[in-house]
């Protein structure tokens, strides 16, 4: 697995080279998670080698937007089988609506949901991302890995710890992941207010109010502002918002973020006392904004709630693919901290 | 570097800070700026959502006004329809489309249907339709009338009796919102009043006969039903004879009594299916249905005029009332009613021409007779209007000489007679036209006319120093008019001329009809100095005994002795009889149409004072009429009164 916020063309060369049989993916970032730091112009790379699991590596174009729940669904197909025990799933932000994409891997696995991975990230600047295997790099697509036998344990562990504040809102005018107005008002503008000067950074700053979506019947969906039409005025998000559900703005400080990534971490361990093998970190781009110098404490978090000694790699992402806390039905997450930890043991664990 | 760095660097730190110290310093500027980014930040937010959540409490605490304001103007407004519901007279219930309960009731609907609120308030739709269906008679029709209502959009609308009496009106609507509204009113009062106007349109208010309208209802369906059923009606046109004299005279209380009398006598003389219909001031009509042939007709009109024979008492008085009934029949005198009407009345005319008290059943020939009387009559207004009727004038000579030089033959005074000369110059005798005049009313018009005429004739004489008497003749039915005679009396007076030039004649028939007011008049004419002349006597029933109490100054012996005096013995005694009668009662006795030298020589033996006849001068017009004058000239106060002719 390949995480990198530099130019990883000659690096995917090389490797190809040396380990021609051996699966490779990855995808941009908004920074690299390596142990308990974060990185930013490098390259993490991450093997994972297993006695008695199988992989099996799937790539899948997404033609539009609108392709999303097929793409998901196109991947879900390719690598379901009986004996699947988790499947890790990278996809190019932006251009690929992840709660379509989900929706896709949920609907063709139902009622499998160890589904986790991440959404390809571009830095600050929200333009392009990349999604890299032994075949080069792709602008988008969707690729998923499939982990398959009796002897793999993942555990999965996600949460955001942002808080909603100030009024409900009613979303009276959005199509798909883009929203117009909030009772009435043009979301933009209201952006526009509660950042003042920083309006200016906006997509970025934006990523300092998520919105809490909440419908008559589903659970609340964290979703962080992922794009500006500013011909149209409107937010582009990272999953679709429905019209007359209601939307709550968010916000965090550090200390709840950190909070957060312990509430993540004590769901790993919740679920076994066994030491995890190896920890796949997805956090999201909008945490480092918040915690910026302290962006390791939350990975800190990690090593103190389950051990210093276990190897950890990821990174930040533009959106997380997780069971709900950890067990329930797979959603696209916003502002969380997502973990998946592995560990194969040598007996096989169901039988 | 931010400047809280700089601050704690100038306090605790003097020299220029080391080169590795410069990335931790420019960290914790970072993280400064950092801390004031999210500090800004989180303030604008709280900042701007207090002022959200402000504004939107204050859009709540509008809203809630608004909604506290709506829902006392609910309040109120459901106080004044249920107020307005309580007040209305008819008996509203809503009942509720969804759960079948009563939502809306006011008082008057609890009582039409003896219901109390408390009761009401457990029942449900079914158990009110039960209740109602107690309530009314022919309740199986609430049945139709709500299966109507669920089809009709217009609603329904039913009337039905009331068990306890009554009638209700219930109109049924549905309404997508309210449910089924029920809406009810007593419209006993009003069917009462409608029955009373009804009644009332169709009867006679005096008599509780049925009147012209409703005898047309029965007769079209009495003829409907012989149509149908092959059978005969007989129509009975019934006319009272005399009836107006005892109105004139008794007044209309004592008029009206005798209508009542009449109308319960016939109503005792006819079978009980017959109709008996008041029609007019006198006149009355019977429909007689399932007539087996004209003898059974003619026993039942018998029995109508026997009915009325005994005698009315009226103020202490016994009056006879006589009436002529004109009899029309189904299918043979006309099949439909108007024709059926007209003719009865024309057979009712002619039992009354024909001496009244009796029946007369209509024949063609009689609607001819009225045909032709009817073209009298318009051409008799035409005659009138076009002033075609004029005033001849026939002498009367003395036929005594007289110690005062009178001679006999010498000019006494004229009598005017009535010409109607047509167009074409034909003449239309008096009797011919007078009696249609009669009936038709214009008799108080040619009357006027007449005394007009006379008046101006008499005016026009005296102008050129003629003083003559002229005599008209009054007709009985001028006597019905009130105030005639003092009409006479004043327009002899507008005309400046002495009453004593105008005097009238009447006749026996005239006594007959009504022997108080006639004394009346006759005495009011013989205080004005207006000469009575009592014509035809000897025609009718004559009795000596008003006679001699009358105040009549001459009688006129009827033509009818006169014409057969040279050969009748029996003639020439009874003139004998009446001229020695008159001079016992000293009356002036008067010989009408002399015509030959015979009878003029009788009469002057007889002792007879004057004389009237084709032998002493034919009937001319006013201008040939002077002639007579020239002849033999006479001054009015040379007419003699009675006894002067000695």
């Not at chain 1, 530099?6 to 993916?25: E, G, K, V």
Request: hydrophobic share 40%; glycine share 8%.
């Amino acid at each position: 697995m390949l995480f990198t916020s530099a130019d990883p063309t000659a690096a995917i060369h090389n490797l190809t080279q040396l380990f021609p049989a051996t699966p490779l993916c990855g995808c941009s970032s908004s920074g690299e998670i390596q142990q308990q730091r974060v990185l930013d112009n490098s390259t993490v790379l991450t093997v994972l080698r297993f006695a008695h699991t199988r992989v099996q590596l799937v790539t899948e174009s997404v033609n539009g937007m609108a392709d999303s729940y097929q793409a998901g669904a196109r991947v879900a197909q390719q690598l379901r089988q009986d004996d699947l025990r988790h499947l890790l799933v990278f996809a190019n932000g932006i251009s690929v609506n992840g709660s379509q994409l989900v929706a896709g891997l949920n609907q063709t696995l139902a009622p499998f949901s160890r589904i986790s991975g991440g959404i390809a990230a571009d830095g600050e600047r929200f333009r392009h991302t990349w999604l890299y295997t032994a075949d080069g790099r792709f602008s988008h697509h969707v690729c998923g890995i499939g982990f398959y036998g009796q002897h793999l344990q993942v555990r999965c562990g996600s949460y955001g710890g942002w808080d909603p504040f100030g009024p409900r809102r009613r979303i009276t005018r959005a199509q798909g992941n883009r929203l117009y107005e909030l009772d009435g008002i043009c979301a933009l503008d209201l952006y526009e207010k509660y950042l003042g000067d920083y309006a200016q950074q906006l997509p970025a700053s934006g990523l300092r109010f998520p919105l809490l979506i909440s419908g008559d019947d589903n659970d609340p969906v964290v979703c962080s502002v992922l794009g500006i039409d500013w011909q149209e005025r409107c937010l582009l998000f990272g999953a679709d918002i429905p019209e007359q559900h209601y939307a709550q703005l968010m916000r965090a400080n550090v200390d709840r973020l950190i909070d957060g990534a312990h509430t993540a971490c004590e769901q790993i361990s919740q679920q076994s006392q066994d030491v995890p093998e190896f920890a796949l970190l997805i956090s999201c781009v909008g945490r480092r904004a918040i915690m910026q110098q302290l962006i390791d404490e939350e990975l800190e978090a990690f090593s103190e709630t389950l051990g210093a000694s276990i190897p950890v790699s990821g990174f930040y992402s533009y959106g997380e693919i997780a069971p709900n806390c950890g067990v329930g039905k797979c959603s696209l997450h916003n502002q969380t901290l997502t973990i998946t930890t592995f560990t194969e043991h040598t007996a096989c664990i169901d039988c | 570097m931010h400047r809280l760095l700089k601050r704690q660097l100038k306090r605790h730190h003097q020299g220029t800070v080391p080169e590795a110290f410069r990335p931790l310093l420019q960290a914790i500027s970072d993280a400064y700026e950092q801390a004031d980014v999210d500090r800004e930040m989180l303030e604008r937010s709280l900042a701007l959502t207090a002022e959200e959540l402000l504004e939107r409490n204050q859009r709540l605490s509008q809203h809630l006004l608004e909604q506290q304001k709506a829902q006392s103007d609910l309040v109120a407004s459901y106080e004044i329809l249920d107020a307005t519901l309580n007040a209305s007279k008819e008996g509203i219930l809503v009942v509720s489309a969804n759960d079948d309960r009563p939502i809306a009731v006011n008082k008057h609907y609890l009582f039409l249907m003896g219901l109390s609120e408390e009761r009401i308030s457990h029942m449900n739709g079914a158990e009110l339709f039960r209740n109602s269906f107690l309530q009314l008679f022919e309740g199986e029709q609430l049945y139709d009338q709500l299966k109507e209502m669920h089809r009709n959009e217009q609603g329904s609308h039913r009337i039905y009796p009331m068990r306890r009496g009554g009638w209700l009106e219930v109109y049924a609507v549905k309404h997508p919102v309210a449910g089924y509204i029920w809406m009810l009113r007593d419209i006993s009062e009003i069917r009462e009043k409608e029955e009373t106007i009804t009644y009332q349109a169709q009867h006679d208010s005096l008599t509780g006969l049925p009147n012209r309208v409703l005898l047309q209802d029965r007769l079209e369906l009495s003829i409907h039903r012989a149509q149908a059923q092959h059978l005969r009606i007989a129509l009975c046109y019934i006319d009272l004879d005399g009836f107006k004299t005892i109105n004139d005279s008794l007044g209309h209380a004592s008029g009206d009594k005798l209508l009542i009398e009449v109308a319960q006598r016939l109503q005792q003389a006819i079978k009980v299916q017959d109709t008996l219909a008041r029609v007019g001031g006198d006149e009355f009509v019977v429909i007689m249905d399932d007539i087996n042939g004209q003898d059974e007709v003619l026993q039942r009109a018998d029995a109508m005029l026997e009915a009325l024979m005994p005698p009315v008492e009226l103020e202490q008085r016994s009056f006879f009332v006589g009436a002529s009934i004109g009899i029309a029949m189904y299918p043979n005198d006309g099949e439909e009613p108007g024709l059926l009407m007209r003719n009865a009345d024309i057979a009712m005319y002619r039992a009354k021409a024909n001496g009244k008290n009796c029946f007369h059943f209509f024949t063609p020939s009689l609607e001819r007779i009225a045909q032709h009387r009817l073209q009298m009559e318009t051409e008799l207004r035409k005659a009138i209007e076009q002033d075609l009727l004029e005033l001849h004038y026939q002498p009367k000579v003395f036929l005594q000489n007289s110690v005062r030089g009178i001679r006999t033959g010498q000019l006494h005074s004229f009598e005017a007679l009535l010409r109607w000369q047509r167009p074409d110059g034909s003449f239309v005798p008096p009797e011919s036209f007078i009696h249609i005049a009669e009936e038709s009313g214009m008799i108080a018009q040619i009357g006027q006319l007449v005394i007009e005429k006379a008046c101006r004739q008499a005016r026009s004489w005296l102008n050129e120093g003629y003083e003559s008497n002229i005599s008209i003749n009054l007709s009985p039915r001028q006597f019905l008019i009130p105030g005639f005679h003092e009409d006479i009396v004043d327009t002899i007076r507008s005309y400046g001329i002495p009453s004593s030039m105008i005097s009238v004649e009447i006749t026996e028939s005239l006594l007959m009809q009504d022997l108080v007011s006639a004394r009346g008049v006759l005495e009011y004419f013989r205080a004005h100095d207006v000469f009575v002349y009592l014509d035809d006597f000897g025609s009718g029933f004559s009795s000596l005994n008003y006679l001699k109490t009358l105040p009549v100054d001459a009688i006129k012996i009827d033509r009818a002795f006169v014409r057969d005096l040279s050969t009748s013995s029996a003639d020439r005694a009874i003139a004998n009889t009446i001229i020695t009668l008159g001079k016992q009662l000293n009356k002036l006795i008067v010989a009408e149409g002399i015509e030959t030298i015979e009878q003029a020589n009788f009469l002057i033996d007889s002792g007879c004072d004057l004389a009237q006849g084709y032998f002493y001068g034919r009937p001319v017009n006013g201008d040939t009429a002077r002639h007579y004058f020239q002849l033999n000239p006479v001054r009015p106060s040379a007419l003699a009164k009675p006894g002067a002719s000695e």
